[in-house]
């Protein structure tokens, strides 16, 4: 799996800035984050969301097959044993919401 940089995607790389730059152009920030003396905001580097989505469906096929291994593995414990622990459980939740 890859990762994707979503500041990256669809528009040019970015020069790398000088120290000077960069200050100045914190100082023009206000306290929320956004340029001083700016009344609209440009979106002219949208991410590729088609190749978003593919990056996070990877990510979660990746998790899926990796938890199914872990499942299908001897050191799991069988699915009899999760079920009375699950019912214990339970049954002590309700004693307890009952008791009160």
Known sequence: MSEIN????GGPAETPRSPT???????NQTANG???GTDS???SKLPDFAQV???VEDGYASQRSS????VDSASY???VLIEKVAAMLAAEFQRDRNDS
């Not at 938890?67 to 872990?70: C, P, S, T, Y």
């Open 67 to 70: 938890l199914q291994e872990d």
């Open 77 to 79: 414990p069988p699915l």
């Open 53 to 55: 989505e593919q990056a």
């Open 6 to 9: 979503l500041n990256s995607l």
């Open 21 to 27: 730059k960069a200050a100045a152009n914190q100082k």
């Open 34 to 36: 956004s340029p001083s």
């Open 41 to 43: 905001v440009e979106f």
